[in-house]
């Protein structure tokens, strides 16, 4: 059993694996810039390192989950001082606590490092080629990985570096600036309309799975390691076909998905290599976009209220023509 912090752990992600690490015994400590009940919660900004210095003169931990980051391309434009600040600079603040309390620690970088890639995204493209992120959100989180590699290689730090690739689930609210299933079925919902791009196509992965993964790495730690951490390979999708399956699952009126040409300022698709997680993570994601679709609707109907009824589900399934390609 071991001693671990969770930062951002009151978010999407961090709610979801602290919940897992606990269910094998680990003693889990939670910080985050918002309050919270439980008891092994505390309020603290990592972009303040007073307020780190305190909880880290107070508490010993064996592994720091460090989640705590500002999220997404647009909340980056619009909110770029907080994304800077908490990204870049909060990581920095970990990074020096680490060199003093020597914990292991896992950082949270993302998929969207990757940026103008459009082949297969194995981990270690980045230190083949000069890759062009696309917007500050993704060059927030390749700073943040370089700065792991510098404190590694100054002083000694043991990190491992998570890439995730399109997690979603349960404690995922809404937000304007999240991802495009909990806009998606925020919108269907609610009865609003949405915009669906194009020609883009992604992996998602429901957040059960990942955080299995993510919890498995306290059972393996390589320092120095990188992961792409998602579905599997063959579960890729066009936003097309993930908006008729949301819409079908919800019982939403068709209509309210507004087609676009493709999206600037993002990659068009993401073709990502699991491979590593998979040998060394033991990473074996079971549930796939129709059963996580499902499973996070029911989710925000009980968060947000039955808006919507269910009653004409059943003939919309009908007319649904997603499948998964046959292996």
């Known amino acids: 059993m071991s001693s671990i912090l969770v930062t951002g752990g009151r978010g999407f992600i961090g709610t979801n694996l602290t919940r897992e690490l606990r269910s094998r015994g680990h003693r889990v400590t939670t910080c985050d810039i918002l309050q919270g009940e439980d008891a092994q919660h505390v309020k603290v900004d990592t972009g303040e390192y007073r307020q780190l210095d305190w909880l880290f003169s107070h508490q010993s931990f064996d592994y720091v989950y460090h989640l705590a980051a500002e999220y997404g391309r647009w909340n980056g434009e ?22 003093r309390f020597h914990f292991k620690m896992i950082f949270f970088s993302s998929a969207e490092v990757y940026g103008d890639y459009d082949e297969l995204m194995t981990e270690d493209v980045m230190e083949l080629l000069p890759i062009k992120q696309m917007n500050d959100y993704a060059i927030s989180k390749w700073a943040g990985e370089l700065q ?66 993510f919890a498995n790495i306290t059972e393996n730690f390589i320092p120095g390691r990188v992961y792409n951490i998602g579905g599997r390979e063959e579960w890729a999708i066009g936003i097309e076909d993930l908006a008729e399956i949301i819409i079908a699952e ?31 993570l033991r990473h074996d ?20 209220g039955n808006i919507i009824g269910t009653e004409d589900k059943e003939n919309v399934w009908k007319t649904t023509s997603v499948a998964w390609p046959t292996k």
């Not at 619009?78 to 680490?98: A, M, S």
């Not at 792991?148 to 937000?175: D, K, Q, T, W």
């Not at 600037?264 to 491979?275: A, E, G, H, I, L």
């Not at 996070?296 to 947000?304: D, I």
């Open 78 to 99: 619009d909110h770029y001082e907080n994304l800077w600040r908490t990204n870049v600079v909060g990581t920095k603040h970990i990074l020096r606590l680490q060199q």
């Open 148 to 213: 792991c590699l510098n404190a590694a290689s100054m002083f000694g730090n043991e990190i491992v570096r998570v890439r995730p690739v399109g997690c979603y689930g349960p404690h995922e609210y809404f937000s304007p600036y999240r991802g495009v299933i909990p806009i998606f079925t925020y919108k269907c919902l609610h009865g609003e309309p949405f915009t669906v791009y194009r020609g883009h196509k992604r992996i998602f992965d429901f957040v059960e799975d990942t955080c299995r993964t």
């Open 285 to 304: 994601p079971t549930v796939d976009i129709f059963e996580g679709v499902k499973r996070y609707v029911a989710w925000m109907r009980n968060a947000y």
């Open 250 to 280: 919800t019982g939403a009126d068709q209509g309210l998905a507004q087609f676009r040409a493709r999206e600037d300022f993002t990659t068009r698709v993401k073709v990502v290599d699991f491979s590593r997680a998979r040998q060394e």
